[in-house]
T-cell receptor
């Protein structure tokens, strides 16, 4: 599959715990984005990486962190989880320049439930 | 700051009727506007972008800089158009997309 792959698809955990969400971008894309989608809210931009470097930061909590590795996969780490962190977390990738820039290819999302 | 507003969370029309999904934006520079769509059990995907000036699945959208709007229109809605539609904005090339809250379109038979 040359699209964006996210794991796990579903995750249930308890408050105070820490989880890691993983994303493999579409083949050839160097830019990775993370978005959060909570109930009754749209897609909230969290963070963007390009070729291993942080490029833009949105409304990402200090309890959250991310990184992009040399093989271009990215991980989003969520710690000290709270009930309000329950959401669908999307990863997307794109080219950085050229006609494909700003055209995001999305993964299927990781649904996090915090109990 | 960039902001996208979709005033309607839910929109319901009958098959064959015209449909318009509203999108307004605020951005100080020259934005690029998009419509993304998520069909049931499918991934969020690009529907169209204003610079392409294309009609995709019968949908069109015109960027109106004076009204800062990018409404999505289709003259004759089909049942398969039922989906969640997101308007999105980007500033400079390669920068993040800011999404609206989305409009759930239901096309009734």
């Amino acid at each position: 599959d040359s699209g964006v792959t996210q794991t796990p698809k579903h995750l249930i955990t308890a408050t105070g715990q820490r989880v890691t969400l993983r994303c493999s971008p579409r083949s050839g894309d160097l830019s990775v984005y993370w978005y959060q989608q909570s109930l009754d809210q749209g897609l909230q931009f969290l963070i963007q990486y390009y070729n291993g470097e942080e490029r833009a930061k949105g409304n990402i909590l200090e309890r959250f962190s991310a990184q992009q590795f040399p093989d271009l996969h990215s991980e989003l780490n969520l710690s000290s989880l709270e009930l309000g962190d329950s959401a669908l977390y999307f990863c997307a990738s794109s080219e950085l320049q050229g006609p494909g820039a700003n055209v995001l290819t999305f993964g299927a999302g990781s649904r996090l439930t915090v109990l | 700051a960039q902001r996208v507003t979709q005033p309607e969370k839910l929109l319901s029309v009958f098959k064959g009727a015209p449909v318009e999904l509203k999108c307004n934006y605020s951005y100080s520079g020259s934005p690029e506007l998009f419509w993304y769509v998520q069909y049931s059990r499918q991934r969020l995907q690009l529907l169209l972008r204003h610079i392409s000036r294309e009609s995709i699945k019968g949908f069109t959208a015109d960027l109106n800089k004076g009204e800062t709007s990018f409404h999505l229109k289709k003259p004759f809605a089909q049942e398969e158009d039922s989906a969640m539609y997101y308007c999105a904005l980007s500033g400079i090339s390669g920068s993040r997309l800011t999404f609206g809250e989305g409009t759930q379109l239901t096309v009734n038979p």
